[in-house]
């Protein structure tokens, strides 16, 4: 049966036109939904070359202020890194290579081959040294590799930390939090699966259907910060690694790899140490729904969302259960319309879980179960009524007052971490493309990627910069600046006087 291209293009328009009738209809109701993001279809805006130009350069200048208030401190901390090198073989200074390290993943290059292709032409380099004068020559992606690979890349890891809390010092950050806390959202994920076990602290697993082959791979869990205008940063990678080399391969089904519940203990020592007094509410999965992670948290001051599956605690789940059969009281329900959608929220506080050996230890939870309903569009054009429901366990008790900052504003925007991690994978970053098979220069390579990630965040998210990127796209900007960089000569003497000037970042407020 064959398909007619017109009545593919006639159901489409027949499907926005009944999207739309949809979108009127709830906005009388009084059911607003959120507004659909769209590129705008028009026209260059600037009518003369002259014009064109002026407007390049001061998009340029407005992303140079962001270099500038955010690396050279970095630089100098990463310059002092021990260098391994024999100092009569170094042509280029470690920070040198840091900038160039950083500027691949700003410039969202697609490997080592594509930097030296596109990171190495004249116009770039001059533009560039506009902004670092030490930037003498561009060095080569095998000389970055070699040293990742000798020096201690935990060492950018700490730069790096100490770059956001000298932001958040600054008060950088403080009109894009809930209710004055820190939102952090914690997720592991697969960055990269080879055949060949290249170094030894690769995990690795059994492929089925295969006769036994093995395949390995690179695991990490990422905690970033997420803000109230949807701005997400890194903060923090715990990389899941084999700490000994296996003895003998029929032994490697008695011995424990590293998991993702090992690598979040570590994660929080990281995070208790370098922001001890920091207000943390975590956002976590249904993975982390279990006593020791309650009492971390706990004990770590932190509160905490944790998605609550419905195979998860059977006990709380009894006592929940319960509870809502027998209590009918309003003062535990809460009904409201939020972004188009029908919620009908529950909850339980003050739920003892015991756990541990012999079930020694307890935790009080507090459980809240959100229920929604909404109208959809189908493919067919015609209205559906769809339905969903969620449940999260929370640290402190829920009422009338918080259940919608808790739920709506807290534990929904764990998503936002999950989008993140698509972005990094699929929108430029190459998060899944290791750049080198060392260990040591794979974690060195995603370090000073979310160096580049912080960068580019910041930068678009700017007051001064916000129209531009609604016009032209996150994926358009990052394109644009890179072209401009490196195909058109820009005043370097006026940005150099930039650089020297004092300014001060302004981040849009969501």
């Not at 401190?73 to 021990?82: E, Q, T, Y």
């Not at 095998?142 to 770059?163: A, N, P, W």
Request: charged share 30%.
């Amino acid at each position: 049966m064959s398909i007619n291209n017109s009545d593919i293009a006639l159901n489409r328009a027949a499907r926005k036109r009944k999207q739309q009738e949809l979108r009127e209809r709830k906005k009388q109701q009084g059911k607003n939904y959120p507004p659909t993001q769209t590129l705008p279809n028009r026209k260059c805006s600037s009518k003369t070359p002259e014009e064109e130009q002026q407007m390049i350069q001061l998009t340029i200048e407005e992303k140079i202020k962001v270099y500038g208030r955010l690396l050279p401190g970095l630089l100098k901390k990463l310059g002092k890194i021990p260098d391994p090198r024999s100092p009569k073989k170094v042509r280029h200074k470690i920070t040198v290579l840091m900038i160039y390290g950083i500027f691949m993943f700003v410039f969202q290059m697609t490997s080592r081959r594509k930097t030296n292709q596109g990171m190495t032409g004249p116009q770039l380099l001059e533009n560039l040294r506009g902004i670092y004068p030490e930037l003498e020559d561009m060095p080569h992606q095998d000389t970055l590799c070699r040293l990742l690979e000798k020096i201690e890349v935990e060492q950018i890891k700490k730069t790096y930390v100490g770059l956001l809390k000298k932001l958040i010092r600054n008060k950088m950050f403080q009109d894009l939090l809930y209710n004055k806390r820190y939102l952090v959202a914690v997720d592991g994920t697969q960055k990269y699966t080879m055949k060949e076990q290249w170094d030894e602290k690769y995990l690795r697993r059994k492929i089925k259907g295969s006769g036994g082959e093995y395949q390995y791979y690179a695991y990490v869990l990422e905690a970033v910060l997420v803000f109230s205008n949807g701005m997400v940063l890194p903060l923090a990678s715990e990389f899941l690694e084999n700490s000994k080399e296996l003895e003998a391969i029929e032994k490697y089904e008695d011995w424990k790899q590293d998991c993702e519940i090992k690598a979040f203990h570590r994660l929080t020592k990281q995070l208790k140490k370098h922001f001890p007094k920091l207000p943390m509410t975590l956002l976590l999965d249904g993975l982390y729904a279990n006593g020791p992670v309650l009492e971390a948290c706990r004990r770590n001051k932190w509160q905490f969302m944790i998605v609550f599956k419905d195979k998860s605690l059977p006990s709380v789940w009894k006592d929940v259960n319960g509870l809502l059969s027998l209590d009918a009281s309003r003062d535990f329900t809460h009904v409201q319309i939020w972004k188009g959608r029908d919620q009908h929220f529950r909850w339980v506080n003050d739920i003892e879980y015991n756990y541990g050996l012999n079930d020694s230890k307890v935790q009080t939870v507090h459980v809240v179960i959100c229920e929604e309903r909404w109208e959809e569009v189908n493919k067919e054009g015609q209205i559906e009524m769809q339905a969903s429901r969620y449940a999260w366990i929370s640290s402190t008790p829920i009422n009338q007052k918080n259940v919608h900052e808790r739920c709506n504003l807290y534990a929904r925007n764990r998503w936002l971490h999950e989008n993140n991690i698509l972005k990094e994978k699929h929108q430029g970053y190459q998060y899944e493309h290791i750049f080198s098979y060392d260990w040591d220069a794979m974690k060195g390579y995603h370090y000073l990627m979310h160096i580049a990630r912080l960068v580019n965040e910041m930068a678009l998210h700017m007051e001064s910069l916000h129209d531009h990127v609604k016009e032209v796209g996150i994926q358009g900007f990052i394109t644009k600046i890179y072209r401009v960089m490196s195909e058109r000569s820009l005043d370097t003497d006026r940005i150099r006087n930039l650089i020297k000037s004092k300014y001060q970042l302004r981040l849009v407020c969501g």
